[in-house]
């Protein structure tokens, strides 16, 4: 069953040690974060899904992380070789702000063979180190929580946009005849470009992607996102849509109602935190 559906950026900025004081900036998304946290912890999901924009994209596949511990981040002391997905905020000068958890291998497993059967490609990458564009909604998510969850992470490919949500239904056929409470999160900033100051340069066009995707996601238009202009989302060097694809294939199997907790871009990114409402 699903029992959590959520859309989350992913700046490390929002981690206070990270952002010291330009985490005044971004209130209004860290106040979204902790109801958000609110809403997982009544989920209590076995298993999260964190679909990412940040891991090894491949162009021509979507890739599903299958854990194996590299040199560089050695293997915690008790932890399974093999089975555990690990990282931490070094490369944000925070090594200390590390997490961890179990993935979950037969539903690993059963994603890959049934995207398989229906023709969708995907590969197992051999790879245990989670980037920032899944810890760092964990570490909000979690940090209420008793139990924690296993954890399956997805990274989106360079393929149409059709075939990311034909993969989200395939997850969502799955997680509907699940025993299991699972947690499915689209990981993924909007717009890159929204202020002359912004990381990927400006365009006007940034803005009117971030509209229109709050508004499209406000009134449940899924039609309206998925036919989106091929031109506004290459200029608005968004990093979230393929993501939010995913989600909404995953969603397509249960009823529910979008819920905007926040949007705001206060260094020039689109950063929308979204609640999905399962009735």
Same mark, same amino acid.
Request: aromatic share 8%; glycine share 8%; charged share 15%.
């Given at each position: 069953?699903?029992?959590?559906?959520?859309?989350?950026?992913? =700046?490390?900025?929002?981690?206070? /040690?990270?952002?010291?004081?330009?985490?005044?900036?971004?209130?209004?998304?860290?106040? #979204?974060?902790?109801? &958000? +946290?609110?809403?997982?912890? @009544?989920?209590?999901?076995?298993?999260?899904? @964190?679909?990412?924009?940040?891991?090894?994209?491949?162009?021509?596949?979507?890739?599903?992380?299958?854990?194996?511990?590299?040199?560089?981040?050695?293997?915690?002391?008790?932890?399974?070789?093999?089975?555990?997905?690990?990282?931490?905020?070094?490369?944000?000068?925070?090594? /200390?702000?590390?997490?961890?958890?179990?993935?979950?291998?037969?539903?690993? $497993?059963?994603?890959?063979?049934? #995207? $398989?059967?229906?023709?969708?490609?995907?590969?197992?990458?051999? #790879?245990?180190?989670? $980037?920032?564009?899944?810890?760092?909604?964990?570490?909000?998510?979690?940090?209420?929580?008793?139990?924690?969850?296993? &954890?399956?992470?997805?990274?989106?490919?360079?393929? $149409?946009?059709?075939?990311?949500? +034909?993969?989200?239904?395939?997850?969502?056929?799955?997680?509907?005849?699940? =025993?299991?409470?699972? +947690?499915?999160? #689209?990981?993924?900033?909007?717009?890159?470009? &929204?202020? =002359? /100051?912004?990381?990927?340069?400006?365009?006007?066009?940034?803005?009117?992607?971030?509209?229109?995707?709050?508004?499209?996601?406000?009134?449940?238009?899924?039609?309206?996102?998925?036919? &989106?202009? +091929?031109?506004?989302?290459?200029?608005?060097?968004?990093?979230?849509?393929?993501?939010?694809?995913?989600?909404?294939?995953?969603?397509?199997?249960?009823?529910?109602?979008?819920?905007?907790?926040?949007?705001?871009? =206060?260094?020039?990114?689109?950063?929308?935190?979204?609640?999905?409402?399962?009735?």
């Amino acid at each position: 069953m699903l029992s959590f559906a959520s859309i989350c950026p992913h =700046p490390p900025i929002i981690i206070p /040690e990270i952002g010291g004081t330009q985490i005044k900036k971004c209130q209004k998304t860290i106040s #979204a974060m902790k109801k &958000l +946290a609110d809403y997982f912890n @009544v989920a209590k999901p076995d298993t999260v899904i @964190v679909i990412t924009p940040h891991g090894q994209i491949h162009s021509d596949e979507i890739t599903i992380l299958f854990p194996s511990p590299p040199l560089a981040l050695p293997l915690p002391t008790g932890k399974r070789e093999g089975n555990l997905l690990y990282g931490n905020f070094y490369q944000f000068g925070h090594p /200390e702000i590390k997490i961890q958890l179990n993935n979950n291998s037969k539903l690993t $497993d059963k994603i890959k063979s049934s #995207a $398989d059967q229906d023709g969708i490609p995907t590969v197992l990458v051999k #790879a245990s180190e989670l $980037d920032h564009g899944v810890l760092v909604p964990l570490y909000h998510l979690c940090q209420k929580i008793t139990k924690l969850p296993k &954890l399956i992470v997805i990274t989106y490919s360079l393929l $149409d946009i059709k075939t990311h949500f +034909a993969f989200g239904q395939i997850i969502g056929k799955i997680i509907k005849t699940s =025993p299991d409470k699972i +947690a499915v999160i #689209a990981s993924g900033d909007l717009s890159h470009r &929204l202020t =002359p /100051e912004a990381p990927a340069g400006y365009s006007p066009r940034g803005q009117e992607f971030d509209k229109k995707i709050i508004s499209l996601l406000t009134n449940n238009n899924v039609s309206g996102i998925l036919y &989106l202009d +091929a031109n506004l989302i290459e200029v608005a060097g968004e990093c979230g849509l393929r993501s939010i694809i995913i989600l909404l294939g995953v969603l397509s199997s249960f009823k529910y109602s979008p819920q905007i907790l926040s949007y705001e871009g =206060p260094f020039g990114v689109g950063y929308g935190v979204v609640n999905f409402n399962l009735n």
